[in-house]
């Protein structure tokens, strides 16, 4: 018999939940542990886990009627109408989630992982946004409006105003809220229209300490297991650069196997102003080339938190890469894009400002550290051994140009932008 002692999960009781499905414990006994009936962990678990999708970069589509269908092998693809997902007992049934799953390494299929601390504060956000709104029909607004708006342009406070019109039914704090949240806004009234709020300054508002981004799944050793089973994806590392804490800001990527780098400008340091130049680069090059970004290595700024921004298409919200976080304060983890930014810093030193950078500036400035000969490229520039692995059409589609040998310049006075 089961007890139910609250109707709402809490925090502590999440914790619980995320120990018993790394313990790999059924739902059951995890239920059995909190006195909750086991539907609840059920649906907990299924609610506030988060997917990662399997790598569909030169794998095999996985369906349940593979061995009974009757279409050639080549015409296996999710669009079929028979296509089922194979389905995986111990993530479905039993446990609900992947997490220290033994077998995750050898997996092909999606992968979901249930973090306490993500599902507590994704339930909060939920409970609070629901009882958000204004409670107010629109006859009720209209004759509130239309009482206090001329009021208040004679200066009356809201506490006089209430006082004097009781039919309005409404407690002071409750229309501050209204007003506030601009609720009477195109009849005129807002902040400034009230006495009180104009005398007083602004009260500061105390920032919400930030919950710690869950990298499970995405981590450098997550990133070393995945380049031990598809040694054939090349690495593209990704970074940010900037000289102004205001702005612009470079986002960078450099190809491990080539040495290339390229650079976008940015006016905002988001995950979803840096994942738009992905959206551009896929709407550029197209799926065949595009393949060059199927593996991204990055480090845990805030603008790349957002993983599902990077590696889901924005359209179909298909998986279009796999993206990896180095370990905290190690950038030695992506050693390409530190070196080639010596390169930047030579045109674009720390104290210059950016302000007026473009982004044909930035073409011009990869040009030339692009037609920098390299040692560890065996005398080669980096454009030249792109150029070989990809071919020059590729190049041309990411506006890479060659710069001749001794036009190469790497002085701040390539760029004009003072």
Same mark, same amino acid.
């Not at 629901?130 to 708006?149: F, K």
């Not at 690495?235 to 976008?264: A, K």
């Not at 924005?314 to 990896?324: A, D, M, V």
């Given at each position: ?228 089973? $598809? #040694? ?9 650069? !900037?000289?102004? =804490? &205001?702005? *612009? ?63 889901? $298409? #924005? ?9 990896? !976080?180095?370990? =905290? &304060?190690? *950038? ?87």
């Amino acid at each position: 018999m089961y007890i139910m002692r609250a109707k709402h999960l809490t925090l502590e009781e999440r914790k619980i939940i995320q120990e018993g499905i790394e313990k790999r414990l059924s739902k059951t006994a995890i239920a059995r542990s909190l006195h909750k009936d086991p539907t609840t962990i059920a649906k907990e678990i299924k609610k506030h886990r988060t997917l990662k999708p399997r790598n569909r970069f030169n794998s095999p589509v996985i369906c349940s009627n593979f061995k009974q269908c009757s279409k050639p092998r080549k015409y296996c693809s999710e669009a079929c109408p028979s296509y089922a997902e194979q389905s995986c007992s111990l993530r479905d049934r039993s446990v609900g989630a992947c997490n220290h799953c033994p077998d995750i390494k050898h997996c092909r299929l999606d992968h979901y992982f249930y973090n306490a601390s993500h599902a507590h504060e994704d339930y909060l956000f939920h409970l609070s946004d629901s009882r958000q709104g204004v409670n107010l029909s629109e006859p009720q607004r209209l004759l509130i409006a239309q009482t206090i708006a001329p009021l208040l342009k004679k200066g009356q406070s809201l506490y006089q105003i209430l006082a004097n019109h009781p039919e309005l039914s409404l407690s002071v704090k409750s229309l501050y809220t209204y007003i506030e949240g601009g609720v009477f806004k195109d009849f005129g009234v807002d902040n400034f229209s009230l006495r009180r709020q104009v005398s007083m300054r602004e009260r500061k508002k105390l920032k919400k300490r930030r919950e710690p981004v869950n990298y499970e799944g995405h981590k450098f050793s997550d990133y070393l297991a995945f380049l031990a089973d $598809n #040694p054939s994806i090349p690495t593209t590392e990704m970074d940010t650069l !900037y000289n102004q =804490p &205001q702005g *612009p800001y470079i986002q960078t990527f450099s190809f491990q196997n080539t040495g290339l780098m390229i650079g976008f400008l940015h006016q905002e340091k988001t995950s979803e102003s840096m994942a738009s130049a992905l959206d551009f680069l896929q709407e550029l090059l197209g799926i065949d080339y595009f393949r060059l970004f199927s593996l991204i290595l990055t480090d845990r700024g805030t603008e790349f938190e957002k993983v599902s921004l990077f590696e889901q $298409n #924005p359209k179909s919200g298909q998986i279009r890469t796999n993206i990896f !976080y180095c370990d =905290p &304060q190690t *950038p030695s983890q992506k050693p390409h894009v530190e070196n080639n930014h010596n390169y930047v810093r030579n045109i674009l030193p720390n104290q210059r400002n950016l302000e007026h950078l473009t982004q044909k500036d930035l073409n011009l400035m990869f040009d030339h550290i692009n037609s920098v000969p390299r040692k560890v490229l065996g005398g080669r520039t980096p454009y030249e051994v792109f150029s070989f692995f990809y071919g020059e059409t590729l190049l041309h589609k990411l506006g890479v140009r060659r710069i001749e040998p001794d036009s190469v310049t790497l002085q701040p006075y390539l760029l004009k932008i003072e």
